[in-house]
């Protein structure tokens, strides 16, 4: 199964979801339904293949019974670094049973998996409000990204996985969300020299998914590699940015 | 005039105010109708030199109606520390007319201004849902902070303000916001050596009002160099700490 991202762009251009009942419609309630029903379309299409990223934990620890305990549990991924991006914490995983399964978490890595012959596709959604200039959102933490990087070259796992960010653009029509555009794009094909760290908010890789090139065409060993480049460089820079804006500017004052 | 912090909080106790009407509990939605409180409580007690920030910005423009554009408005607060602090945009003060006042804002300094005689008192509220576990609340910038100590020191303003916070320990019963315990706390009196700068959530100073110290006895003028001492520890710190955690465990994958 190959996703075709194409054919769900152009399904999500024009639909219309209901407003949140909530009040304000600004970030994470808003976003909320889009979200929803993206996975409606891909679930539709991509039967007993598609999940939220809960439901697939759910899915994979009752599909396996006899792996019980944290080990157990995280050697069914057969994959260190999706165990890194996609499992809950240790004490959590060790307690998990079916009478007490996993629910929606809102830091959970991905929103929407597709799980196909041992290939995990990570979609993570992105909703925007075109009737407001808004400041590019939070994608993923530069740090956990660098982790992941370091953890495929530790473990050759350069087939396993891939992530993918969706954007949908939104306008309030009435009572009613209108997906005025939407867009598809891949991280490993962005080039990792380019991604914005923003230190001061969580050290957060931020940009608008309409935005991020796709311009890189080496291997995901090389991506790897170069966003590791990146990510040490950017922390030098932060580092010496701030004793020239932090520590310099008030020395003067300390006796 | 000097503010009765203990009458405040003595009154506060046991009060309720209306659940807000929006579905969540979280955060600032539920923090605002008690903020709204503090606030009656203190304009029916001082009348006429209590005020929202922007209601300040609104009366001193109002009632200098020949001072015109930013330079001139700013000299109303006869300190340029309190128009660091206060004041808003050079764009937005040049442009304000009384047909287009100051609207609230969320990142205003100051919930609420007590001013009498040239001194101001700002006063923050921080509410806090005693039902759940929370974190300590983001209290301000530790960078706005650091500038406001050099200008207090540039200026030598040892006596033009000071910084109050009021905590308001809430429980929800039935559909109101019942105040179990209401707790009073000046920055200038904690110790400024032990206040937490969280780099990474946006270099704020978090604490919970409660557990503020209060066991500073020295001057002004010491508290502001003893801040910007620890200001630039803590920023050389956080520049080590930036090479040990971000740069050096991933130098090995960078040929």
Chains 1, 2 share one sequence.
Request: aromatic share 12%; glycine share 4%.
């Amino acid at each position: 199964m190959k996703i075709d991202y194409n054919e769900i762009i152009y399904k999500l251009k024009g639909t219309k979801v209901p407003k949140p009942v909530s009040g304000t419609l600004s970030g994470h309630a808003a976003g909320e339904p889009c979200d929803k029903h993206v996975t409606t379309l891909l679930k539709n299409k991509y039967a007993d293949k598609v999940f939220r990223q809960y439901e697939y934990l759910n899915y994979l620890f009752t599909k396996n019974p006899d792996n019980i305990g944290v080990e157990a549990r995280n050697a069914l991924f057969n994959s260190p670094t999706l165990v890194f991006l996609l499992s809950r914490g240790k004490n959590a995983t060790d307690k998990w049973s079916i009478d007490s399964p996993f629910e929606e978490k809102q830091n959970d890595t991905a929103d929407i998996l597709a799980v196909d012959n041992g290939f995990y596709e990570i979609i993570d959604i992105k909703t925007r409000n075109i009737s407001k200039t808004t400041q590019p959102p939070n994608i993923i933490s530069a740090y956990k990204l660098a982790q992941t990087c370091a953890k495929i070259i530790d473990n050759k796992e350069y087939d396993t996985f891939d992530i993918n960010y969706i954007e949908i653009d939104w306008e309030l029509e009435g009572n009613e969300l209108v997906c005025k555009d939407a867009h598809h794009r891949k991280l490993f094909k962005a080039n990792p020299s380019d991604l914005y760290i923003n230190w001061a908010a969580a050290m957060q890789i931020q940009f608008h998914v309409v935005n991020l090139d796709q311009s890189f065409t080496g291997s995901k060993e090389k991506w790897a590699r170069e966003y590791l480049k990146h990510f040490v460089e950017q922390a030098k820079k932060r580092s010496k940015d701030l004793i020239e804006k932090f520590v310099k500017p008030f020395e003067k004052y300390i006796k």
